[in-house]
């Protein structure tokens, strides 16, 4: 089942609530929330008291992507700011498996982050402890970049990890550069759960737009 992941990043951020419901209403899946700290990536976005709004705002899942430096520190703002699952990265200060029990120790869905130029296998230890491997396919920090195509080989070679380990409930994100054009590349190497933000907020028509990232791969069940 292929999953789409509204990047608020892209979003006309003076009427969050508006643009939620366009994304509801266009049947994306989930809220993509990048929560950046200045640190771990140059910008800074939005952080947990911006997420309880939200949470008030809608009933959507709530896709919370730590890009910080200390993420062991904000796992129960967010938590208790009513994310429904929170990814941290592997390349932050973190002790992994901790981290991703205590997140589903609060009840909620635990994801491990990879950035672009991070060996994929780093994260194969952890993989029971997670719902979620989120593989960046752009460099953290900013939205609108272009797809790194050799993020194709790590997907594929996680996927294929989980399947040799009888993981076959793990979601596999990707996020950045998601368009229709790449949609299906991602797709097939492996990913189910696909963020956009530029390829969703700007586009001229967002339904058509995720029913395009949603649509299933030719000979794949749906
Ligand atoms: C980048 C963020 C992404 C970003 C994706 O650091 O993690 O979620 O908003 O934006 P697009 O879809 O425009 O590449
Ligand atoms: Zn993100």
Redesign the pocket.
């Known amino acids: 089942m292929i999953k789409t992941s509204a990047?608020l990043?892209?979003c006309d951020l003076a009427d969050i609530s508006g643009e939620i419901s366009r994304c509801k209403a266009a049947k994306v899946d989930w809220i993509?929330f990048?929560v950046m700290d200045g640190r771990f990536?140059e910008q800074i976005t939005y952080g947990s008291p911006v997420l309880k709004s939200v949470r008030a705002a809608t009933d959507m899942f709530l896709d919370a992507?730590l890009?910080v430096e200390d993420p062991g520190s904000q796992i129960k703002f967010f938590a208790q700011a009513g994310a429904d699952l929170i990814d941290f990265h592997i390349e932050s200060r973190c002790e992994p498996a901790s981290l991703l029990k205590e997140i589903r120790s609060l009840g909620i869905k635990s994801a491990l982050a990879v950035k672009p130029a991070t060996p994929i296998d780093v994260v194969y230890p952890y993989l029971e402890l997670c719902d979620m491997v989120l593989v960046?396919t752009?460099e953290?920090?900013?939205?609108?970049?272009a797809f790194i195509p050799d993020t194709l080989d790590k997907i594929r070679a996680l996927r294929s990890a989980a399947d040799s380990r009888g993981l076959k409930d793990l979601d596999i994100e990707v996020?950045?550069?998601?368009n229709d054009k790449t949609a299906p590349l991602v797709k097939a190497a492996g990913a189910n759960v696909l963020?956009?933000?530029?390829?969703l907020f700007k586009a001229a028509d967002m339904a058509l737009a995720n029913a395009r990232l949603k649509a299933p791969q030719k000979g794949a069940p749906c």
């Not at 953290?140 to 970049?145: A, F, K, R, V």
């Not at 963020?195 to 390829?199: E, L, S």
């Open positions: 990047s990043l892209a993509h990048d990536v992507h890009m960046m752009v953290p920090g900013y939205g609108g970049q996020d950045g550069g998601i963020v956009a933000g530029t390829g």
